[in-house]
């Protein structure tokens, strides 16, 4: 459903959540060293693509909700690809992209901060032959230089900025990364058309929603992202209403295994300058 007022959205989320909370129990990845490589070629509409992993993606997990599921909602998203880019904030092993690639012409710019997990995207782009993906190994937040991370090193999806500065968690690694505050690649490629931007970095959304504004967000027309609850002020409703006021419509989508405090939006602005 399209979102056309936030009391709206408000009362058609309530009913969504009280039917998720007869939703079977969250789903958690459980990484396997004895498995050495994983491949899986899948297809999406005409396309198909080839991805290969190690034991630390979930791999089929992730193209069921992207390809199947429909996660992203990209059935909504009308792609047309002249002189325009797409961005993927938190490529993972390139998944996303290598999609975006075959289904959009403009090129497709990823930033993922974790090296393993870019050296694995590479591997992915030359598998599947294309040629206008540019990787940047690098964090999207609030700081241009560097910022620490926090990752669990056999969960290539777990990689997070760590913002209050504190431990890791149990079992998670800490490491220094490259890192560029997202509206300074909004200016960097302000004479584009931004046709997409996916977010999905492990909490890290809201830092980036944060610093959109009206003037910056003119030429984005769509912006498809994953949420996670963070407390009374960070929440799914408080950026979807920060969305609204920026013109956009927004649509809501439940995690395919109904994790609690996890959702996906899909923001699109059917007018813009």
């Given at each position: 459903?399209?979102?056309?007022?936030?009391?709206?959205?408000?009362?058609?989320?309530?009913?969504?959540?009280?039917?998720?909370?007869?939703?079977?129990?969250?789903?958690?990845?459980?990484?396997?060293?004895?498995?050495?490589?994983?491949?899986?070629?899948?297809?999406?509409?005409?396309?198909?693509?080839?991805?290969?992993?190690?034991?630390?993606?979930?791999?089929?997990?992730?193209?069921?909700?992207?390809?199947?599921?429909?996660?992203?909602?990209?059935?909504?998203?009308?792609?047309?690809?002249?002189?325009?880019?797409?961005?993927?904030?938190?490529?993972?092993?390139?998944?996303?992209?290598?999609?975006?690639?075959?289904?959009?012409?403009?090129?497709?710019?990823?930033?993922?901060?974790?090296?393993?997990?870019?050296?694995?995207?590479?591997?992915?782009?030359?598998?599947?032959?294309?040629?206008?993906?540019?990787?940047?190994?690098?964090?999207?937040?609030?700081?241009?230089?560097?910022v620490e991370m926090s990752m669990n090193p056999d969960?290539?999806?777990?990689?997070?900025?760590?913002?209050?500065?504190?431990?890791?968690?149990?079992?998670?690694?800490?490491?220094?990364?490259?890192?560029?505050?997202?509206?300074?690649?909004?200016?960097?490629?302000?004479?584009?058309?931004?046709?997409?931007?996916?977010?999905?970095?492990?909490?890290?959304?809201?830092?980036?929603?944060?610093?959109?504004?009206?003037?910056?967000?003119?030429?984005?027309?769509?912006?498809?992202?994953?949420?996670?609850?963070?407390?009374?002020?960070?929440?799914?409703?408080?950026?979807?209403?920060?969305?609204?006021?920026?013109?956009?419509?927004?649509?809501?989508?439940?995690?395919?295994?109904?994790?609690?405090?996890l959702h996906h939006l899909l923001a699109t602005k059917?007018?813009?300058?």
């Amino acid at each position: 459903m399209i979102i056309q007022t936030w009391s709206e959205f408000k009362d058609r989320l309530r009913r969504k959540l009280i039917r998720k909370l007869k939703a079977p129990p969250g789903y958690k990845f459980y990484p396997a060293p004895s498995v050495l490589k994983q491949f899986i070629e899948a297809q999406y509409g005409d396309e198909i693509i080839k991805i290969e992993a190690d034991y630390k993606t979930p791999l089929y997990e992730t193209i069921a909700e992207i390809f199947d599921y429909d996660c992203y909602q990209l059935k909504d998203v009308a792609l047309t690809g002249n002189n325009s880019i797409i961005i993927d904030i938190g490529a993972n092993i390139g998944v996303f992209s290598i999609l975006m690639s075959k289904l959009c012409s403009g090129k497709i710019l990823s930033y993922e901060p974790s090296k393993n997990n870019c050296e694995m995207f590479k591997r992915n782009i030359d598998i599947n032959n294309v040629n206008n993906i540019e990787i940047f190994d690098s964090a999207v937040g609030t700081v241009d230089g560097e910022v620490e991370m926090s990752m669990n090193p056999d969960e290539s999806v777990s990689c997070r900025i760590k913002n209050d500065g504190g431990n890791s968690s149990d079992g998670e690694a800490s490491f220094r990364v490259n890192s560029v505050r997202f509206d300074s690649i909004l200016k960097k490629y302000s004479d584009f058309t931004v046709e997409l931007i996916k977010i999905d970095c492990e909490g890290g959304e809201y830092d980036i929603i944060d610093q959109l504004t009206g003037d910056n967000s003119r030429n984005i027309r769509n912006i498809t992202f994953e949420v996670h609850d963070a407390g009374a002020h960070r929440n799914v409703q408080s950026i979807s209403e920060k969305l609204v006021t920026l013109g956009y419509q927004v649509k809501y989508k439940l995690d395919i295994f109904g994790r609690s405090g996890l959702h996906h939006l899909l923001a699109t602005k059917n007018s813009f300058e």
